[in-house]
């Protein structure tokens, strides 16, 4: 589902200030259709938790980057091994190749 900018603010209760410094710092990086951000609900899940880690755990903007930086890289790899077990259940090995191993 595509938020608009406008809707985006208001759901993810940002000023327009602080949703600059966010995209500045690529906290959050939008799609961009016609210059226009496109959010998603993955965008305002992500705003969400930069919310609650800068209120309510009292992270500061360093740690938030490396935070979200960490969890970018756990999403990243969960989709690689999800390709590699996809990829090895379309092609098992033969029982020449397991008995190889």
């Given at each position: 589902m595509i938020i608009s900018k406008v809707e985006f603010l208001v759901r993810?209760?940002?000023d327009q200030q602080t949703l600059d410094v966010w995209l500045a710092e690529e906290?959050?990086?939008p799609r961009l259709a016609a210059d226009e951000p496109q959010?998603?609900?993955a965008d305002l899940a992500r705003a969400q938790l930069i919310h609650e880690l800068k209120r309510d755990l009292?992270?500061?903007?360093?740690?938030?980057g490396v935070i979200l930086g960490l969890l970018d890289q756990v999403h990243g790899l969960r989709r690689a091994l999800a390709d590699v077990l996809r990829t090895s259940r379309a092609h098992p090995a033969s029982d020449d190749e397991a008995d190889r191993s």
């Open positions: 993810s209760d940002l906290w959050l990086m959010f998603s609900e009292g992270v500061n903007d360093e740690g938030v």
